[in-house]
C-alpha cells in the first residue's frame, strides 16, 4: 500500500522560509519520478516542482523558480519542497504526488494526470 504524508506546513510572514517533507512509504522514491503541486481557494491545483527519479533534472514553474527547490532523501525514503522568499500568492494547501511506475516518468511531468498517488496534503499560509 502506497502512502505519501506531507508535513512542515504553516503560517509564516512574506520573505520567509518552510520546508515542506513528504514521507513515502510503499514505494522508493530514488526509483520514483515525484512532485509537488497546490491548490488555493477557488482555484485549479497548480504544478510546484518536480524531479526526475534519477534526482538529475528538476522542473518548477516561472513563479516559483529560484524560490524553490526539491530534493529527495534516499536514506529517509522522503521528497523536500524548500521554499524561500514566500509571498502571500504562495498561499495554498501543498499535496506530494507520485508516479506510480518505476525508473520512468510519465511524458508530460508538469501535469496532475502523469501522477497516481497523492497525500492528504499540508496548508501554508503566507502573511503579508
Do not use: H
Request: aromatic fraction near 10%; include cysteine.
Amino acid at each position: 500500500q502506497v502512502q505519501l504524508v506531507e508535513t512542515g506546513g504553516g503560517l509564516v510572514q512574506a520573505g520567509g522560509s518552510l520546508r515542506l517533507s513528504c514521507a513515502v512509504s510503499g514505494l522508493t522514491v530514488s526509483k520514483t519520478c515525484m512532485a509537488w503541486f497546490r491548490q488555493a481557494p477557488g482555484k485549479e491545483r497548480e504544478f510546484v516542482a518536480a524531479v526526475r527519479w534519477k534526482a538529475d533534472s528538476t522542473f518548477y514553474p516561472d513563479s516559483v523558480k529560484g524560490r524553490f527547490t526539491i530534493s529527495k532523501d534516499s536514506a529517509k525514503n522522503t521528497v523536500n519542497l524548500q521554499m524561500n522568499s514566500l509571498k502571500p500568492e504562495d498561499t495554498a494547501v501543498y499535496y506530494c504526488a507520485a508516479d506510480g511506475r518505476q525508473f520512468l516518468c510519465k511524458s508530460n511531468i508538469y501535469g496532475a494526470g502523469s501522477y497516481d498517488y497523492w497525500g492528504q496534503g499540508t496548508q501554508v499560509t503566507v502573511s503579508s
